[in-house]
């Protein structure tokens, strides 16, 4: 029975947009694909467009343990999840949110190119021939906002006036007014690319009476790294006290703290490696009573300016189209990420350090 001549091409890209507060979890998502091809004397032509909105207080990150691209962006999401988290352990209470949380937005594209597939009937002989091409898969993170770590740190700083910090922050997350101001926020950037290419240009025949051969020569290429930078600002006065804190190096340089993604091949295994540098602060000096700030305005930053919300940081591209909102999100997460690593490595050690995050290494380990 003869069979049409049958050929297919299309492409699908993938846009979204996470944003992280600790008062919840909220995202946008796009999806779009086309379908070219031929099937006979037929032309097939389609595409396909689906958007979707959503936002909740409660966010779940299962999946990570999954193979592939997918397991890496779970496993991404699923670590930024943690990490805001961490940074605020007190439940929400009565917290004015937008003056003490975190908010960090992630993006993410996805293009998913197969190419070259075609069926046809082998010459002389009843059998067919299925061509294959390649597929080619690329996946782009985007991170930008700041990660609060304010109680991380009061848990983990234990040196002179560390009772005062803490009874400060409690105050301070309970919804009432403190003189001062504590804050200690990661800024972070993001920037790196995975992709994951499947070079066939094999030809396999598909027999007409008989079961077609389970094996085929393919050959793939499966590498990248995405790392999320972070740099340290902290800023912390109470009633007649202030301390000066700094961030130390991250244990590879980075300025102050890193996490990374990154993915091989070694010879027929696939590999994943996720290591973060911890965080760690240094004290520089501490003034306690006797000390008095020029500046009585409690509304005043310690940073010298009233942004402590991350929201512009954070905040979504004004372009209605959520494809041109990710890339766009790309592009300034890449710069973010890129300015974080020019703004010079912390000085050398000259006060008592403490460790706010241990660093992680899981190693390279079969993926």
Not at 80 to 100: A, H, I, M
Not at 116 to 136: C, F, H, I, M, R
Not at 350 to 360: A, C, D, K, Q
Request: with cysteine; aromatic share 6%.
């Amino acid at each position: 029975m003869p069979v049409p001549y049958l050929k297919l091409d299309g492409e699908a890209t993938l846009a979204m947009i996470i944003r992280f507060t600790t008062a919840g979890v909220n995202g946008s998502v796009s999806a779009k694909g086309s379908l070219t091809g031929k099937f006979g004397n037929h032309e097939i032509t389609g595409s396909a467009e689906a958007k979707s909105i959503a936002g909740t207080g409660l966010s779940r990150c299962d999946g990570q343990n999954a193979p592939g691209m997918i397991g890496t962006i779970a496993n991404v999401i699923g670590t930024l999840n943690e990490y805001v988290g961490k940074g605020n352990t007190k439940g929400p209470g009565t917290r004015d949110v937008s003056q003490y949380a975190s908010s960090v937005s992630l993006s993410k594209s996805l293009s998913l190119k197969p190419t070259g597939v075609d069926l046809l009937a082998k010459t002389g002989s009843p059998d067919l021939e299925l061509k294959l091409g390649g597929l080619a898969m690329e996946l782009k993170l985007g991170v930008t906002g700041r990660l609060d770590i304010i109680d991380a740190l009061a848990m983990a700083y234990t040196g002179p006036g560390a009772t005062a910090i803490r009874e400060a922050r409690a105050v301070m997350a309970s919804g009432q007014h403190v003189k001062g101001k504590l804050e200690a926020y990661l800024e972070v950037g993001a920037e790196g690319m995975l992709t994951h290419s499947i070079m066939s240009g094999v030809t396999i025949t598909i027999p007409a009476n008989i079961p077609a051969p389970e094996t085929t020569s393919v050959s793939e290429v499966f590498r990248g790294e995405i790392k999320i930078r972070g740099v340290l600002s902290v800023g912390v006065e109470i009633e007649a006290e202030i301390w000066i804190f700094s961030g130390k190096a991250g244990a590879s340089g980075t300025v102050h703290t890193s996490w990374a993604w990154a993915l091989r091949k070694q010879g027929a295994k696939r590999e994943k490696n996720y290591k973060f540098e911890g965080l760690i602060i240094e004290l520089k000096a501490h003034a306690e009573a006797g000390f008095r700030s020029g500046n009585d305005d409690a509304d005043e930053s310690a940073f010298g300016n009233n942004n402590t919300d991350g929201a512009h940081a954070a905040s979504a591209p004004s372009s209605s189209d959520l494809e041109s909102q990710v890339a766009q999100h790309l592009e300034k997460s890449s710069a973010e990420a890129k300015r974080i690593a020019s703004s010079g490595i912390a000085g050398i050690a000259g006060g008592r350090t403490y460790t706010i995050f241990s660093p992680e290494d899981s190693g390279w380990e079969k993926y």
